[in-house]
């Protein structure tokens, strides 16, 4: 059996297969796929978020890129919203909106929210169960920061 299958079981992840730093990072993952490209600017744009949050000061430059091939690769292997569930089950409530805020960054990183990113963002926020004056709130505030 391989290694894929041992870690997957009904297209959803093992749920202690991801860490907390792991889920959030795969939720930005996700959020940058939402349209369907993966450009430089938004892998850049990634890597540099992880660096500047708390809960990834313990990895190095290589863990972190190291992190991100890894989760690219279950996107490209389970898609999605599996990673988005799989990342959900493993984020404690109280890192659920900075999961969401960081959605929002990747989405905007290219300058342009189309279709897909809006749609990705309004499921995002029912799956994370973020209220959605909060929701509308942490957007409006990163489209005008992200502006300027």
Same mark, same amino acid.
């Given at each position: 059996?391989?290694?894929?299958?041992?870690?997957?079981?009904?297209?959803?992840?093992?749920?202690?297969?991801?860490?907390?730093?792991?889920?959030?990072?795969?939720?930005?993952?996700?959020?940058?796929?939402?349209?369907?490209?993966?450009?430089?600017?938004?892998?850049?744009?990634?890597?540099?978020?992880?660096?500047?949050?708390?809960?990834?000061?313990?990895?190095?430059? &290589? *863990?972190?890129?190291?992190? !991100? @091939?890894?989760?690219?690769?279950?996107?490209? %292997?389970?898609?999605?919203?599996? +990673? =988005?569930?799989?990342?959900?089950?493993?984020?404690?409530?109280?890192?659920?909106?900075?999961?969401?805020?960081?959605?929002?960054?990747?989405?905007?990183?290219?300058?342009?929210?189309?279709?897909?990113?809006?749609?990705?963002? &309004? *499921?995002?926020?029912?799956? !994370? @169960?973020?209220?959605?004056?909060?929701?509308? %709130?942490?957007?409006?505030?990163? +489209? =005008?920061?992200?502006?300027?």
């Amino acid at each position: 059996m391989g290694l894929f299958r041992k870690l997957f079981r009904d297209n959803k992840l093992d749920p202690n297969s991801l860490s907390q730093a792991e889920a959030l990072a795969a939720i930005a993952v996700a959020a940058i796929a939402a349209d369907g490209y993966l450009l430089e600017e938004e892998r850049q744009s990634i890597f540099s978020v992880m660096s500047n949050l708390q809960v990834f000061k313990k990895y190095s430059s &290589r *863990q972190r890129l190291k992190l !991100l @091939e890894k989760l690219f690769d279950l996107l490209r %292997q389970k898609g999605a919203p599996t +990673l =988005v569930d799989s990342a959900k089950d493993a984020l404690p409530p109280k890192l659920r909106e900075t999961a969401f805020a960081v959605a929002i960054n990747m989405v905007i990183a290219d300058g342009t929210i189309v279709e897909s990113e809006r749609e990705f963002l &309004r *499921q995002l926020e029912q799956v !994370l @169960e973020i209220p959605e004056a909060c929701a509308c %709130q942490m957007i409006k505030s990163m +489209l =005008v920061k992200n502006k300027t």
